[in-house]
């Protein structure tokens, strides 16, 4: 998944918050997407393996849980939620 733009909550899922205005870079250990949602602060993205399992991950502010890892920790790593 590539990504890009404003990274200071962490959003782009790159392990740091380095803001990302003119190239576009890999989010950390995701090869593969379904869909994905962006908001402000956050992105979760929707996976499936090829036993079409589903997965989500998600990255970015989680003051309010929104990432759904069961924290309120800020991430800027992906990491797997709950679906």
Do not use: E, F, K
Request: charged letters at 5%; hydrophobic letters at 35%; one cysteine or more.
């Amino acid at each position: 998944m590539r990504c890009w733009g404003n990274n200071a909550a962490g959003q782009l899922g790159t392990g740091n918050t380095a803001t990302i205005a003119y190239a576009s870079t890999n989010a950390i250990g995701l090869t593969t997407g379904t869909a994905v949602a962006a908001g402000g602060n956050h992105t979760i993205t929707l996976t499936a393996s090829p036993t079409l399992i589903a997965t989500a991950s998600a990255s970015g502010v989680n003051t309010n849980g929104q990432l759904g890892d069961n924290t309120t920790t800020r991430r800027t790593n992906p990491v797997l939620t709950r679906l």
